[in-house]
């Protein structure tokens, strides 16, 4: 059962554009949200994360918006760079199993056309 | 800062042997997880430590035990590999593990089982 879904592998966008990344989640419980940057042999790298207790944060580039009625959230980069052509991770956590159990996605791929 | 280490890089083994790998946590972080990342099933919670102390567990037979050291410093071991066992080890830590602490990731150990 996949609690949080990225229904799309693969998004290009070109560089300047805005980035658009989408993930579902099915856990009513979960109230902890962050997104992860990926490069190929690295380590997934932090980048913004939200609570359930608001619906937006914005950290330079980067707004993660959380809808929990919807159970949805999204990652807006803007203005998207070459650089942040890599998989995106959306990953979920909840105060009631354990906030450092983390819930992923099967990630996005994003690449940005200069 | 240094980030969070783990060694070694690679390993390659033959079904059957056992094999332990090693994470340091960012100095001063406390928690500690590990996750198993396939191609097939994504990235995947295996547990988590704090205070030298197991807190969560996912869904992993018991071949794959681990223990946390005074330091804060992490070992996880897997016992009669299988085939299956070849993925990317990856090692988190985050401050506290209290709520909405984001945890950061180190770089992995890629596990070859021939």
């Known amino acids: 059962d996949q609690q949080v879904k990225q229904n799309s592998p693969s998004l290009s966008v070109q560089e300047g554009r805005i980035s658009i990344l989408n993930c579902d989640y099915t856990?009513?419980?979960?109230?902890?949200f962050l997104w992860y940057k990926k490069y190929p042999a690295e380590g997934p790298t932090f980048l913004i994360s939200?609570?359930?207790?608001?619906d937006k944060n914005e950290d330079g580039r980067f707004t993660v918006f959380l809808n929990k009625s919807a159970k949805h959230l999204s990652l807006h980069i803007v203005p998207s760079q070459p650089g942040d052509s890599a998989v995106y991770f959306c990953?979920?956590?909840?105060?009631?199993?354990?906030?450092?159990?983390?819930?992923f996605g099967t990630g996005t791929r994003l690449t940005i056309i200069p | 800062k240094a980030g969070v280490t783990q060694t070694p890089r690679y390993l390659i083994k033959t079904r059957g042997q056992q094999v332990t790998l090693s994470c340091s946590p960012i100095?001063?972080?406390?928690?500690v997880s590990w996750y198993q990342q396939t191609p097939g099933q994504g990235l995947q919670f295996l547990f988590e430590?704090?205070?030298?102390?197991?807190?969560n567990k996912g869904n992993f037979p018991g071949r794959f035990s681990g223990r946390q050291f005074s330091n804060s410093r992490s070992e996880m071991n897997v016992s009669t590999l299988e085939l299956g066992d070849s993925a990317l080890y990856l090692c988190?830590?985050?401050?506290?593990?209290?709520?909405?602490?984001?945890?950061?990731f180190g770089d992995g150990t890629r596990l070859s089982i021939l």
């Open positions: 988190a830590s985050s401050l506290t593990g209290s709520e909405y602490q984001p945890q950061h």
């Open positions: 856990n009513s419980m979960f109230d902890y």
């Open positions: 939200i609570s359930s207790i608001k």
């Open positions: 990953a979920a956590s909840g105060s009631n199993f354990g906030n450092e159990k983390l819930t």
């Open positions: 100095s001063g972080h406390r928690s």
């Open positions: 430590y704090f205070s030298e102390t197991q807190r």
